[in-house]
């Protein structure tokens, strides 16, 4: 199924309440003025199923089935394509977002998209401003499924670019989670492009997670397999995205306030999807468009707190300080984990549960965040949903490479959680974008999953000392498969007492 928003301009994304638990379902349907054809039809019929491929396979039980009900109202909040249609309005030649206007008359308008949201926010915004848009360049990652989006050509994802269904975004497609040369050549691209606009220009910038990842353009002898490198031995040390994304700063030319150097003097508006804990503008996708207080001595700091050695061909590089670069740019927190734990409260409560938002920016290593979500768990009276929104780690063992692991943190931490669990609880980790470092999005964890494991003879405590989540829910069969969702504000939990 296709992720929402990653339509071609002729379809619209609306929602409706279901009859059904009160729950939010997308509709698509034909632009005014537009026929649907037979493959628009298509797109709405295979659309109107739910967000998590499979839902119904999983939901065994009334206790599971609030747990998928309230994860898809959290995904319906968070799609990209329809907030940008519920936040922007065009009134009297002048763009509203946020509480502020930005006159259209007599200038050019462009846009620049960069992360996993990019595709979805460049179909949405050529809806939006139609002839107004002049122009612009979206770059996400490899993972997203631009098959599903009839706009662009299946040749992209083998060419690495494509223009829009209007023929004015160029749209890029690089690797993640690691560095690449395709990268760097469309960063390249996204600089040249910025390079070119005027004072009297405006800039519509969409900057979500993935970004970091993507804006890699490095001084030479310095090469994407170095970054690579040092992004593997910070990810193996347990780092924070903080810390690592602090480093990532000062080792690319387009990160920590780049692009809006790039962008310098247009005027800019930058629109951020937050997939960082806490929402700090700065360090989401590195912070492109923010004035970056941190320094090449905080990036050597960072990785001398971590014991590692950068090697000979790291190139660190001091990020844009000059004011003059930023008066004329907006930093937006567009949407963030707050949007999709608050539809899924909401959620939760039409469902008849005493509903708590109990921690919206945790970090930690998974294993412990999920025993110390069970251990709330159990300290609650029966009907009870409790909500978290942040960024776990996984620790691996670097002393014993013979054990690389297969999954992701949050079937790590659904499987951690397991063997603590009572009969009457219930907890399910998943990421936003769909994408758990595997195909799978998250797992639920339960006593069926027991029932489950015991009919498979997997062992809980096996896989987990080996890291191997993935091969765990794959034999019980409670993983969740969501596909891309085009849309990334960190990962997500809920944990329910029946």
Do not use: W
């Not at 969409?206 to 690579?228: F, Q, R, Y």
């Not at 924070?240 to 306030?257: C, E, F, P, W, Y």
């Amino acid at each position: 199924m296709p992720p929402y928003g990653l339509m071609s301009i002729s379809v619209r994304t609306t929602y409706r309440k279901s009859i059904k638990g009160g729950a939010y379902t997308p509709q698509f349907c034909p632009v005014r003025g537009q026929r649907p054809n037979n493959a628009s039809l298509r797109v709405t019929l295979e659309v109107m199923g739910h967000r998590i491929q499979n839902f119904e396979a999983l939901a065994e039980n009334e206790l599971r089935t609030d747990a998928l009900e309230i994860a898809e109202a959290g995904y319906a909040a968070i799609n990209v394509g329809a907030a940008l249609e519920r936040k922007l309005r065009i009134l009297n030649d002048e763009l509203r977002s946020e509480g502020k206007t930005y006159s259209l008359l007599g200038r050019r308008i462009f846009f620049v998209g960069v992360g996993k949201c990019a595709f979805a926010a460049a179909t949405a915004l050529e809806e939006l401003l139609g002839e107004r848009l002049t122009g612009g360049i979206a770059l996400a990652p490899l993972e997203t499924p631009t098959g599903s989006r009839p706009g662009l050509s299946e040749s992209l994802s083998l060419t690495g670019r494509d223009v829009s269904s209007s023929g004015k975004i160029e749209m890029f497609v690089g690797t993640h989670p690691l560095p690449s040369e395709v990268n760097e050549a469309a960063t390249k691209r996204i600089i040249e492009f910025l390079a070119e606009r005027r004072e009297s220009d405006l800039v519509i910038m969409l900057i979500s997670g993935g970004g970091s990842t993507l804006l890699c353009l490095h001084d030479a002898p310095m090469t994407c397999l170095d970054e690579s490198t040092l992004f593997g031995e910070l990810t193996a040390k347990g780092a924070t995205i903080q810390d690592i994304n602090t480093v990532r700063k000062h080792i690319s030319l387009a990160r920590g306030g780049a692009l809006a150097k790039a962008a310098y003097p247009a005027e800019v508006v930058s629109l951020i999807v937050s997939d960082v804990p806490g929402n700090d503008i700065g360090f989401i996708a590195s912070g492109p468009t923010v004035l970056d207080s941190s320094t090449v001595d905080d990036a050597r700091a960072i990785l001398a707190k971590y014991d590692i050695t950068a090697s000979a061909n790291i190139e660190f590089l001091e990020t844009p300080k000059e004011q003059k670069y930023f008066d004329r740019v907006a930093n937006v927190l567009f949407l963030s984990s707050q949007d999709a734990l608050a539809a899924m409260k909401d959620e939760a409560e039409k469902r008849g549960y005493a509903t708590a938002i109990i921690d919206d920016h945790f970090d930690g290593e998974a294993r412990g965040t999920g025993r110390v979500v069970v251990e709330k768990l159990h300290d609650v009276p029966a009907k009870t949903a409790l909500l978290y929104a942040g960024e776990s780690t996984v620790m691996m063992d670097t002393m014993c490479p013979s054990i690389p692991g297969s999954g992701g943190r949050n079937q790590e931490m659904a499987l951690a959680a397991l063997e603590y669990l009572n009969p009457d609880e219930l907890i399910m980790p998943f990421a936003s974008d769909g994408h758990d470092n595997t195909d799978f999005a998250g797992a639920i964890s339960d006593e069926t999953t027991r029932v489950h494991a015991l009919a498979k003879n997997v062992s809980v405590e096996e896989y987990l000392n080996a890291h191997r989540s993935y091969d765990f829910f794959t034999a019980t069969g409670d993983a969740l498969r969501t596909g891309y969702t085009g849309s990334n504000v960190s990962d997500l939990i809920i944990a329910l007492k029946k």
